[in-house]
Every structure is written in structure tokens, then in C-alpha cells.
Nanobody, 117 residues
Framework: QVQLVESGGGLVQAGGSLRLSCAAS????????MGWFRQAPGKEREFVAK?????????NYADSVKGRFAISRDSAKSTVYLQMNSLKPEDTAVYYC?????????WGQGTQVTVSS
């Protein structure tokens, strides 16, 4: 079992920044990668970014956030961060952290990000 706790969401004006955090606990030694998805009202959940905890491979980003968002990690703490800059109203969504382990994924409870125009 892995537990994920997210923090850092909130309300920000367009062009502003927010930083999300996701801390994993439990069987963290089995985590391959962690990252973020988001779900806006009336839309399907979509991939945002991911990073590997055990390897130095480059992070992956959705095209819609490339150049604006940056994901980073603290492997010793099994924590990932999502720095979101130049936020747009269309970034408004509930952001969900996930952890990928062999045999399945785990999800956080979600944190709301609202970008006002």
C-alpha cells in the first residue's frame, strides 16, 4: 500500500504561479514513477507530467503545459513537486497525484487549482 498526500492548490490570477507537492508513504520502495493528472469540470482526467524516482530519465509533460510547468523530485522523501508558472484559466482543474508501482497505480485525493482571468 502507498498513501499520497497532496498540498499546494489554491486560487491564483492568470499569469501567476503555484507549487503543488505530493508526499508518498508506505511501500515507497516499489514506486517507479510519480506524477500528476488533472480533471476539469465536465472533462476527462488528463495527463500533466511525470518523473521517475529511480532513474535519471527526463520528465514527461503534456504539450499543453510544456515550458510553463516543471516537475521535480526528492527521491529520499518520495516526494514530487509541480511548479506551475504562467497559469491560464484553462489550467483550472482538480490536480491528482499518482504513484506507479508494479501491479498498479495509487492516487491522491486531489487538490483544487483555480485560475481566474
Amino acid at each position: 500500500q502507498v498513501q499520497l498526500v497532496e498540498s499546494g492548490g489554491g486560487l491564483v490570477q492568470a499569469g501567476g504561479s503555484l507549487r503543488l507537492s505530493c508526499a508518498a508513504s508506505g511501500r515507497t520502495f516499489g514506486i517507479n514513477d510519480m506524477g500528476w493528472f488533472r480533471q476539469a469540470p465536465g472533462k476527462e482526467r488528463e495527463f500533466v507530467a511525470k518523473i521517475y524516482l529511480k532513474w535519471s530519465a527526463s520528465p514527461n509533460y503534456a504539450d499543453s503545459v510544456k515550458g510553463r510547468f516543471a516537475i521535480s523530485r526528492d527521491s529520499a522523501k518520495s516526494t514530487v513537486y509541480l511548479q506551475m508558472n504562467s497559469l491560464k484559466p484553462e489550467d483550472t482543474a482538480v490536480y491528482y497525484c499518482y504513484a506507479d508501482l508494479q501491479g498498479g497505480n495509487y492516487w491522491g485525493q486531489g487538490t483544487q487549482v483555480t485560475v481566474s482571468s
